[in-house]
């Protein structure tokens, strides 16, 4: 399996700014799709932006034009700009990565989590 490390997030006030990182801890084979969920108190969890092997890019309604996910082929690294942030961004964010880790070997794995909290 295929462990993430997630850093950055954080406590920020509405209007500002917060970048989040997500790495993979070695060599993947071959990504099929990376990206980023999060998952609000009470709520469950929704995917805010992916990227996949051919380089499309979606994003949730809710983020559209605020939020920009990109990714470092050579790090094996994701990434998630979020600006103009809204107390409603206020959710654990966790990166999912699917891909294989070798020839016959999927894996789909996800990252610890890190906080996200906008002040009003």
């Known amino acids: 399996q295929v462990h993430l490390v997630e850093s950055g997030g954080g406590l920020v006030q509405a209007g500002g700014s917060l970048s989040l990182s997500c790495a993979a801890s070695?060599?993947?084979?071959?990504?099929?799709?990376m990206g980023w969920y999060r998952q609000a108190p009470g709520q469950e969890r929704e995917l805010v932006a992916n990227?996949?092997?051919?380089?499309?890019?979606y994003y949730a309604n809710s983020v559209k034009g605020r939020f920009t996910i990109s990714r470092d082929y050579g790090k094996t690294t994701v990434y998630l700009q979020m600006n103009s942030l809204k107390p409603e961004d206020t959710a654990v964010y966790y990166c999912?990565?699917?891909?294989?880790?070798?020839?016959?070997?999927?894996?789909?794995?996800w990252g610890q989590g890190t906080q996200v909290t906008v002040s009003s």
């Open positions: 990227i996949n092997s051919g380089g499309s890019i």
């Open positions: 070695e060599s993947i084979f071959v990504i099929n799709a």
């Open positions: 999912n990565v699917v891909g294989y880790a070798a020839v016959n070997s999927p894996f789909a794995s």
